[in-house]
Nanobody, 124 residues
Framework: VQLQASGGGLAQAGGSLRLSCAASGRTFSGYTVGWFRRAPGKEREFVAVIRGSTGMTRYTDSVKGRFTISRDNAKNTVYLQMNSLKPEDTAAYFC??????????????????WGQGTLVTVSS
């Protein structure tokens, strides 16, 4: 599976962006897909996950109520809708996938496939 992340850019605080993670190589409707981010000078951290078989979603506390992860299986794409953006959301965002769900979905080591990252910059 090859993943292509896109949709990053510059936004003002309070604005919105939608990131896309498009998969190629095989159908990944059953895959668990996560979004992670790495802010300048910080380690990469978990943002959100969507489970393939059930559609279950989970978020890190700092984005709950502002970000929504979803998927369009017909397009082999997972989205991250980001609303009410804050300067602290500035980071490179990465999507990742694994075929079998792991309960430790927040841990990047459990993901097998990674996109290249897309940069999000939020100005105050």
């Amino acid at each position: 599976v090859q993943l292509q992340a896109s949709g990053g850019g510059l936004a003002q605080a309070g604005g919105s962006l939608r990131l896309s993670c498009a998969a190629s190589g095989r159908t990944f409707s059953g895959y668990t897909v996560g979004w992670f981010r790495r802010a300048p000078g910080k380690e990469r951290e978990f943002v959100a996950v969507i489970r393939g078989s059930t559609g279950m979603t989970r978020y890190t506390d700092s984005v709950k109520g502002r970000f929504t992860i979803s998927r369009d299986n017909a397009k082999n794409t997972v989205y991250l809708q980001m609303n009410s953006l804050k300067p602290e959301d500035t980071a490179a965002y990465f999507c990742a996938a694994r075929q079998i769900y792991n309960v430790q979905y927040w841990d990047e080591k459990h993901y097998d496939y990674w996109g290249q990252g897309t940069l999000v910059t939020v100005s105050s």
